[in-house]
């Protein structure tokens, strides 16, 4: 059975999940207007829906623990971008904020000795630590690109590959 503490985290939790969805649907809806950007726009819907699912797998751990999963609402997430370098700057900045809000949680499952839920959140530490470094080596790549059209248009050809070749080498992703 979970703490009242615990499931308040974990439902706070399944929010940020809940609301990293919605930011990269709306990195997607920006993205799908954009010329050229197919790539990008695929990568960031890919991205949300990972998202989603990570918020379902909270709500179900809650519930099966017998706590209550709890239906988040939801703040407006920025809609707008003023670059492509921006909205990965973003990504990267949310997928931190992310990173950190686990590892409280982490930290207070261990402290009231709730190893189930401890052992429950290895799976986000470690889908952290991809989710991190996909977000900082595109962060680089665009760095490299600057200004390149060219190399723009590699970028946005090779995103999807590229997420989905960490996809396949990683244990955390499902």
């Not at 991190?132 to 970028?155: C, H, P, Q, V, W």
């Amino acid at each position: 059975m979970l703490s009242k503490t615990l499931q308040e985290a974990l439902n706070k939790q399944l929010k940020h999940e809940a609301m990293s969805s919605q930011i990269y649907l709306a990195m997607a809806s920006w993205a799908d207007i954009q010329p050229g950007l197919q790539g990008v726009t695929e990568f960031f819907y890919q991205q949300s829906e990972e998202e989603r699912q990570h918020m379902l797998k909270l709500m179900m751990y809650i519930n099966e623990r017998g706590g209550f999963g709890i239906v988040p609402s939801l703040e407006q997430p920025i809609i707008t971008f003023q670059s492509l370098t921006r909205v990965f700057e973003e990504f990267l900045k949310n997928e931190m904020g992310v990173s950190e809000s686990i590892n409280d949680i982490v930290h207070l499952a261990l402290q009231e000795k709730d190893y189930a839920t401890h052992n429950f959140l290895q799976w986000y530490v470690a889908e952290q630590i991809e989710e991190e470094r996909l977000a900082r080596t595109l962060n680089e790549k665009l760095e490299m690109i600057g200004a390149d059209k060219s190399g723009l248009y590699l970028f946005d050809r090779d995103i999807v590959a590229y997420r989905n070749s960490l996809s396949k080498g990683s244990g955390a992703r499902k």
